[in-house]
């Protein structure tokens, strides 16, 4: 009996740690072809700074990417990530976004955000990014993509 009940309990413990470990992926961010590179990666080869460059506010770390990265035919310019590690006023929404500038059709990117749950939107010229201002990128269209747990529901 004790030994049922020894295996059940583990059994339990290494499933619960399991899932806790998948929860802390956000959606979207990985290593395979299909998938943004991970923070980790992206610092490890040299795409974004350690810390956060451009701002550290509230739960979002803001960073310009410090050589050219392309997602889906897009040029990625700006990366955020917003998580919560401790409790310092309301409304984290945890995950990613990347604001990128256009350079060929959108649908690849589209369908990257539909599977992930995710959404685009377009920055105007005049507006920023977590305090980064829009206007100071090259002429361009510059588009949002973001896969924060809000998006989850904006994206049904």
């Given at each position: 009996?004790?030994?049922?009940?020894?295996?059940?309990?583990?059994?339990?413990?290494?499933?619960?740690?399991?899932?806790?470990?998948?929860?802390s992926?956000?959606?979207?961010?990985?290593?395979?072809?299909?998938?943004?590179?991970?923070?980790?990666?992206?610092?490890?080869?040299?795409?974004?700074?350690?810390?956060a460059?451009?701002?550290?506010?509230?739960?979002?770390?803001?960073?310009?990417?410090?050589?050219?990265?392309?997602?889906?035919?897009?040029?990625?310019?700006?990366?955020?990530?917003?998580?919560?590690?401790?409790?310092?006023?309301?409304?984290?929404?945890?995950?990613?976004?990347?604001?990128?500038?256009?350079?060929?059709?959108?649908?690849?990117?589209q369908?990257?955000?539909?599977?992930?749950?995710?959404?685009?939107?377009?920055?105007?010229?005049?507006?920023?990014?977590?305090?980064?201002k829009?206007?100071?990128?090259?002429?361009?269209?510059?588009?949002e993509?973001?896969?924060?747990?809000?998006?989850?529901?904006?994206?049904?």
């Open positions: 009996m004790k030994k049922i009940l020894f295996f059940s309990l583990l059994s339990i413990l290494s499933s619960y740690s399991f899932a806790a470990d998948n929860s992926v956000y959606r979207g961010l990985g290593t395979s072809n299909h998938d943004f590179l991970n923070f980790k990666t992206l610092k490890q080869q040299g795409f974004i700074a350690k810390k460059n451009i701002s550290r506010a509230d739960y979002n770390d803001v960073y310009k990417l410090k050589k050219p990265y392309q997602f889906m035919g897009q040029n990625v310019v700006l990366i955020s990530d917003e998580y919560m590690s401790e409790y310092v006023g309301c409304c984290v929404s945890e995950g990613w976004g990347a604001v990128f500038k256009q350079t060929s059709n959108l649908k690849l990117i369908q990257f955000a539909k599977t992930n749950q995710c959404n685009i939107s377009p920055k105007e010229p005049d507006s920023d990014y977590y305090g980064f829009i206007s100071s990128l090259p002429k361009g269209n510059y588009y993509l973001s896969c924060r747990e809000r998006d989850v529901n904006e994206s049904e």
